[in-house]
């Protein structure tokens, strides 16, 4: 097996094809990086375009035969995913393309490119906020979630508070949802659209807001609403505890199979 490359590029931005497919080459040296962690994200001025791509790490030995065969990449995910948004009317960066880098029939690299989207803060951000301000964000937040994502049957399996992007504007703010590669599709009971709100790493009394506030939208018992999230997000922090130690053993049984 030798190299090749999978993408798709949406229609309307099929003059990037040619760009895309050098990508590999030129992420590395060029663009502006933004964000770095386990992923890279940098933005790339290409003609009249403004271009934010996200290049994702090269994933652990499995999960690189599984991309290429049984799975689409996260890469692959994300594009799919916010074309799904964009054809429910839910805001996300409009989808420009994805590509990836196969060599020896493994996956090595993967990006997703987006329409670079200008905002003014994030959802963590806001949670800094004097408490006036953040509770009507997430009162607002909140009725986003459930009649845009919910009530379409998105569940956001990262819907983490850095992965909503936050504009004001003069009546209300308006939110965008990003880092999409991980969804579930299907019907969303009240305790499940809940327990969505778990990665949110909020104080109590936020907590008991958004519960709350849920509980309202959906038609049901606000102090039921606020006493089921705090259940679920002990029972949340319990669960991450245990799934850590578990990551920790296959990065060391990983570690083994490498050596």
């Given at each position: 097996?030798g190299?090749r ?6 229609p309307e931005?099929g003059e ?15 663009g ?5 962690s ?7 001025k ?9 290049a994702?790490?090269?994933p652990n030995?499995?999960n690189?035969?599984v991309?290429v ?5 996260k ?13 429910l ?8 393309g ?8 493994l ?11 200008t905002y003014?803060?994030?959802l963590?951000d806001?949670m800094?906020f004097?408490?006036?301000?953040r509770d009507e ?6 009725r ?11 569940y956001?399996?990262?819907?983490s508070p ?8 003069e009546?209300q ?11 579930e599709f299907g019907?969303i009971n009240?305790?499940?659209g809940l327990s969505?709100?778990?990665r949110l790493e ?5 907590l008991?807001l958004i ?5 309202i939208?959906?038609g049901?018992d606000?102090h039921?609403g606020?006493g089921?999230l705090k259940?679920?997000e002990?029972?949340h922090?319990?669960?991450t505890k ?9 990065k060391?049984w990983l570690?083994?199979?490498?050596g």
């Amino acid at each position: 097996m030798g190299k090749r490359i999978k993408f798709e590029v949406a229609p309307e931005f099929g003059e990037l094809e040619l760009w895309i497919k050098q990508l590999q080459s030129d992420f590395a040296i060029s663009g502006e990086t933004i964000f770095k962690s386990r992923n890279e994200v940098k933005v790339f001025k290409v003609g009249n375009y403004l271009l934010n791509v996200k290049a994702f790490r090269i994933p652990n030995p499995i999960n690189r035969i599984v991309y290429v065969y049984f799975r689409g990449s996260k890469a692959d995910r994300s594009f799919q995913n916010a074309r799904k948004f964009l054809a429910l009317n839910i805001p996300t960066p409009q989808p420009v393309g994805f590509i990836e880098f196969i060599e020896g029939g493994l996956l090595t690299n993967s990006y997703y490119i987006s329409l670079h989207h200008t905002y003014n803060y994030t959802l963590r951000d806001a949670m800094k906020f004097e408490v006036n301000l953040r509770d009507e964000i997430l009162r607002q937040w909140v009725r986003f979630t459930y009649f845009k994502l919910h009530k379409n049957g998105i569940y956001h399996l990262d819907y983490s508070p850095g992965n909503t992007l936050i504009t004001p504007t003069e009546v209300q703010y308006e939110f965008s949802v990003v880092d999409l590669n991980r969804l579930e599709f299907g019907t969303i009971n009240f305790e499940k659209g809940l327990s969505n709100f778990c990665r949110l790493e909020a104080d109590q009394f936020a907590l008991d807001l958004i519960g709350r506030e849920y509980a309202i939208v959906r038609g049901e018992d606000p102090h039921m609403g606020a006493g089921s999230l705090k259940t679920i997000e002990h029972q949340h922090d319990a669960n991450t505890k245990r799934l850590e130690r578990r990551k920790a053993i296959f990065k060391k049984w990983l570690s083994l199979f490498k050596g």
